[in-house]
């Protein structure tokens, strides 16, 4: 008998595009990326208790990120990304964060923590 690697959310194939969980790598490479998304949500007042209210925020605020999140979960060239039609990147963008929920909603936990113990000092 042979051990098989189990994985939580397999890679996933969207309009003829691999799509595969982040890696340590891929975190990387997004880093400054997710940054900024995080500053820009702290800045307009996003938070995960207000998410679902603030989301024409979220979108225009996600919106200049998405070509880079997707380029380097793809491993294809920004400009690829930008020529892709809409539906497909929507498609593509749904499945990278289902794929990678635990890890966003982990790293945005702390900020959360923080705004709250920021706004009981004031």
Known sequence: MTKQKKTLFPEKVVDGY???PWSLGTVEELAPCLERLTLTFINKGITLDNAEEEAPK????V???VSTVLAAT????V????????DT??????TVVTQNIAYLKNSFSP???????????V
């Open 18 to 20: 691999k799509v595969k």
């Open 58 to 61: 979220i979108i225009f605020s």
């Open 63 to 65: 919106l200049p990120e």
């Open 74 to 77: 793809l491993k294809k060239e």
């Open 79 to 86: 400009l690829e990304i930008k020529e892709l039609p809409l």
């Open 89 to 94: 990147i929507v498609a593509l963008l749904l």
């Open 111 to 121: 900020i959360k923590n923080l705004i709250k113990e920021m706004t009981q000092i």
